[in-house]
């Protein structure tokens, strides 16, 4: 799991003032009172958005602002509304309140696309002195300002879990392969087993579209008996919806190795084998252009006899079709979700 924390403020719109004001007409020596109320201040609205899946944008921006309420105006015109702020989040933020002692009370949390959930009120308009003329005081010079719109103090909280599970032989690259997409700076190195504990990196497609994958230790044949670290930790990919098989292209026989991956899966839960996965050969830059190919084409054919299913070739160090990867993940996330 991986968790994301931003703190920020929040201040709504305050209310527009009611008007002190009096009819003037032409004819009308002594006009009543006209003055209107004010309008009332924005609220601020969070609103779920399953396009994103970081608070990232709550770093660079951390004060949010909703519009006043206009002031009430003679002619009993009433003062404009104060537009409201929305707040977009991703689905699973958390949403509470940072008291004066600084304890946190939870207010809410965001969970379906397009939820809205007003977290601060505007202040109400206050009245104009129309409202304030009675039989005996026709002339009333009494009107009220609008209330002040509430502030706090938030603090938001995600919990990711990952989308993408990355699946391979210690040094296939999975390491350098989420760091070559993601931010996340996993420990790379070219011996077995440098990574030991699963990291989660969020995976920008481009602005608007982001996945989240995880990097775990690798695995070996036997792991379902303990062999390396064991398989206790693909716990952490077990509700990813997708599954990416990282080859080395350099391997003897990428689609034998692919069997050994398959079956400790397929030991440690039977569910794990059958979700949707993409076979993916690593390092192409190691290899000539004419060798390249000619492997992926021998690799491919392989795969196509025996399991039916397509094979992609990057290298995360020249970012060769690293983009295209992107994309491919995004879609077949998209898909799976859909099927959900
Ligand atoms: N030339 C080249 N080297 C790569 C590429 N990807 C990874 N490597 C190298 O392969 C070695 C292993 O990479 P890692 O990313 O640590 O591999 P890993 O799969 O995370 O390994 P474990 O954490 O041990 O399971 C490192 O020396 C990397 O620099 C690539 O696309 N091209
Ligand atoms: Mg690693």
């Not at 002190?20 to 958005?49: A, Y």
């Not at 039989?135 to 103090?153: C, I, V, Y």
């Not at 993601?182 to 699963?198: G, M, N, Q, V, W």
């Amino acid at each position: 799991m991986f968790i994301d924390y931003a703190k920020i403020r929040v201040e709504a719109g305050n209310g527009g003032d009611g008007c002190v004001s009096f009819r003037r007409e032409k004819f009308v020596s002594k006009g009543g009172p006209d003055g209107g109320d004010g309008g009332k201040g924005g609220d601020i609205v969070f609103v779920g958005d399953e396009n994103t899946n970081t608070l990232i944008q709550f770093r660079y921006n951390k004060l949010y602002q909703a519009e006043k309420g206009i002031n009430g105006s003679g002619k009993n015109k009433f003062g404009a509304f104060g537009k409201n702020q929305y707040i977009r989040v991703p689905l699973g933020t958390e949403i509470a309140i940072i008291q004066d002692n600084g304890n946190k009370k939870l207010f809410g949390e965001i969970t379906y696309h397009e939820e809205e959930l007003i977290i601060a009120k505007g202040g109400s308009g206050g009245k104009g002195n129309a409202r304030f003329a009675t039989s005996t005081n026709q002339a009333p010079r009494q009107a009220t300002d609008g209330k002040r719109g509430q502030e706090f103090e938030l603090e938001l909280t995600l919990k990711l879990m990952a989308d993408v599970g990355l699946v391979g032989f210690p040094n296939a690259g999975k390491s350098t392969l989420l760091s070559a997409i993601s931010a996340a700076r996993p420990k790379i190195a070219d011996y077995e087993f440098t990574t030991l504990e699963p990291m989660l990196g969020v995976v920008y497609v481009d602005e608007f579209r982001t996945f989240v994958m995880a990097d775990i230790p690798g695995l070996i044949e036997g792991a379902h008996d303990g062999k390396g670290k064991g398989i206790q930790f693909l716990r952490h990919i077990q509700r990813t919806k997708t599954l990416l098989f990282l080859i080395d292209i350099n391997s003897v026989d990428p689609l034998h190795d692919y069997f050994i991956l398959r079956k400790e899966l397929y030991l440690y839960d039977t569910n794990l084998d059958k979700k949707q996965s993409l076979i993916v050969l690593s390092k192409l830059d190691t290899l000539s252009e004419d060798d390249r190919y000619q492997k992926l084409a021998e690799v491919r054919a392989a795969f196509k006899q025996k399991t039916n299913e397509e094979v992609i070739g990057i290298s995360s160090v020249t970012n060769l079709n690293t983009n295209e990867l992107k994309n491919k993940l995004y879609e077949m996330i998209k898909n799976a979700t859909k099927e959900d």
